[in-house]
């Protein structure tokens, strides 16, 4: 299993050497966005409409942080569960996003949707959120102020570590690792 | 009658909010670094050492340990020789809830079902807390604490079995349960079983489980020959932290059992994630 270094945007280029269970350390800017976000931002795809950010090459990290301290950028920020963005997910990676960070498994769709659009289900370790939130070096909130840990962030990240989960090649390190280390009676 | 002031219980409340928002509890850290010594997964074992980096960052820092902060969830006895004294207990809880949370920065989750929306400035922030009352001998308050995340209270679940399901079907159940959950509740995790009682106290029993330190054996020998069965099954599954696959999918298993209806067996289990915050007080 490798470790990668990259920046956003990502392009297919940057998506389809990974590989389930390699390491990458995401530089530059990404977006947060949870079930809340994920709604409306599909929405205004449905309708047409433009969207808050570009989302070709984008990055989007299932995140609710807690309130900054004073003088700091963002509060703890750790993954969200993931599968609760699953009907969302495939809209966006079909209008350019290039990846999702966040944790546990995605629906057989999303994992599809990576294949088809050369995306990548990273995962961020879960509970982790003091280390994670301190990796953002820069937070702003670009829309949906009034949805409040929910708003969607625009954030700068350096060296943001995270585990590809679900690759290009429709690879799945939930599944691969379980069967690896499953003990059947 | 021994009497407590509102605001000595206001300040404890407070404190042990803090506390536990920051401090991952000794027994939850020695539990994880045992764990990361004996996963035989490389990427697991990394996700350990990433969760033990974040409880030092957070504890020297006074960062939150997770972004989910939890409902806030309490087991109080009381003594029935002892009364507060300018307030109801129970407000005097919420009270210390809320400037515990919104003093430490952390979150506030709780929301009103339906629409959604946030409680932190109509309700009061992060409440209402969850509480347990039980009267007891004496003139002492005990209380419990743990912040509850959702991830892990998603994938819980409670079932009444007829009772010749005995000890094998509870197993399977709780197998079939963390296998469904997998990576979601974030694992390692404690698992919490109610085991008995009517169908509510099955579930608040699971729930007190998780409670308990992660160092202690049951006092009760068959029920911790039983804890011990499922947590071997439960890392037999082969999840893993962080779902990554591993050996270490549970920390540990805590059974509460109570006496039941003759016709019933109900079952509870209750999730836990790796950052099991919980403390206790006796005032």
């Known amino acids: 299993m490798a470790t990668y270094k990259l920046t956003t945007p990502l392009t297919s280029e940057d998506t389809k050497k990974l590989v389930a269970g390699d390491t990458v350390l995401l530089n530059g800017t990404i977006y947060t966005a949870r079930d809340a976000a994920h709604k ?36 703890s920020a750790g993954p969200t569960t993931s599968y609760r963005m699953d009907s969302y997910s495939p809209t966006m990676l079909k209008h350019g996003s290039k990846g999702m960070i966040g944790k546990g498994k995605r629906s057989q769709e999303v994992k599809d949707a990576c294949v088809a659009y050369d995306g990548i289900y990273f995962g961020a370790t879960g509970g982790a959120g003091a280390l994670l939130g301190k990796q953002i070096r820069s937070a702003e909130v670009i829309a949906y102020p009034e949805l409040g840990p929910e708003a969607v962030r625009k954030i700068t990240v ?28 | 009658m021994r009497e407590i002031e509102f605001d ?29 010594e004996e996963e035989k997964s490389p990427v697991s074992k990394e996700v350990i050492r990433q969760i033990l980096e974040n409880a ?76 347990h009352f039980d009267i007891v001998e004496g003139d002492k308050i005990d209380i419990e604490y743990a912040a509850k995340g959702g991830g892990s209270e998603n994938v819980s679940r409670a079932k009444v079995f007829p009772p010749a399901a005995g000890k094998d079907g509870i197993v399977e159940y709780v197998k079939e349960v963390i296998s469904d959950a997998g990576g979601n509740p974030c694992p390692p995790i404690t698992v919490g079983v109610g085991i008995g009682g009517t169908f509510e106290k099955a579930v608040i029993s699971s729930k007190h489980a998780l409670f308990r330190d992660l160092d202690t054996t049951n006092p009760d020998p068959e029920l911790a020959e039983l804890e011990e069965r499922m947590l071997t099954e439960i890392n037999n599954l082969g999840i893993g932290a962080m779902g990554m696959g591993g050996t270490k999918t549970a920390l540990a298993v805590h059974i509460e ?8 067996l109900p079952v509870s289990v209750n999730v836990q994630c790796h950052s099991s915050r919980h403390t206790h007080i006796t005032i």
Request: charged residues 25%; contains cysteine.
């Open chain 2, 56 to 131: 030092n960052i957070a504890k020297d820092e006074k960062r939150p340990l997770c972004q989910d902060t939890g409902l806030a969830v309490f087991f109080v006895k009381v003594g029935d020789n002892v009364r507060v004294k300018g307030g109801l207990l129970k407000d005097a809880i919420n009270k210390g809830t809320e400037e515990g949370y919104r003093e430490g920065y952390l979150r506030a989750s709780t929301c009103e079902p339906f629409s959604r929306l946030n409680l932190k400035d109509t309700l009061g922030y992060n409440l209402p807390a969850i509480i």
């Open chain 2, 257 to 264: 059992s109570n006496p039941c209806h003759i016709a019933s």
């Open chain 2, 8 to 36: 000595d219980i206001v300040k404890a409340v407070k404190n042990m909010i803090l506390h536990c928002g920051t401090d991952l509890p000794q027994d939850t850290y020695d539990a994880l670094q045992k764990a990361m």
């Open chain 1, 158 to 185: 350096e060296d943001f570590p995270v585990t590809v989960v679900n690759d290009t090649k429709g690879n799945d390190i939930y599944q691969m690792g379980r069967e690896q280390y499953e003990v059947k009676s």
């Open chain 1, 40 to 75: 409306r931002l599909v929405d205004l795809i449905e309708a047409g409409e433009e969207l808050p950010f570009d989302l070709e090459g984008s990055v989007i990290y299932f995140v609710g942080p807690t309130p900054p301290k004073p003088g700091d950028p963002i509060g």
